[in-house]
């Protein structure tokens, strides 16, 4: 009975502490009031993109296109136009062919580029359409030139194409006389073995 008593005293006087001082929602913290007075705040801390925010550019900046197309290859003007480009652009990966791969993989190396992109800046989002090609969207059409070194430097690529413009590794051959070797080579493998049998 003795021991009922002491716990019973425990533990009031354990809960009459909460019971007389109650604890508000803020969980016992006191408020902290800010005025609307802010006269003698000063903010000095502007940053230089800040300032020049709003200027227009400079006339150094604009870069024309050439006035004289005759004397320029077509690959020269079709890079001169996209340098220029703006908004968003989009395009086609080819893949190399005869590697065989599955959904999976080409959606691992969609996601691989996307990822490798945006750690460089270039907001690019790549999806795979099927097993040899996957599809691009660039935000910016400035940066289709870096996108394009960017797809080029990687082995799974073969091509990409932007528009009506295709572009491929020097010396390499259009990926139609590719897949027409590759198609021939696997003729020629039936061949042979149909005669071995």
Partial sequence: MK??????LLLLLIISPLLLYPIGVE???RKIHITDDL???VDDEEDEAWKEWGKKKSSEEFDPPPSDF?????????EEIMKRQTGPAFGFVKLRLGIPRDKNMVAELAMKWTQLLRTGALGVKFMGIDLGTIMFNVE???KVLELKEFILSQDEAYEIKIGDQVFRRPGDPPIEVVAEKLRRSKEEQKIDEHEEL
Wanted: without cysteine; proline residues 0%.
């Fill in 70 to 78: 005759d004397n320029m290859e077509l690959s020269q003007i079709q």
């Fill in 3 to 8: 021991n009922h008593r002491s716990i019973l």
């Fill in 39 to 41: 006269d003698d705040v």
């Fill in 140 to 142: 910016d059409g400035h």
């Fill in 27 to 29: 969980g016992g913290k």
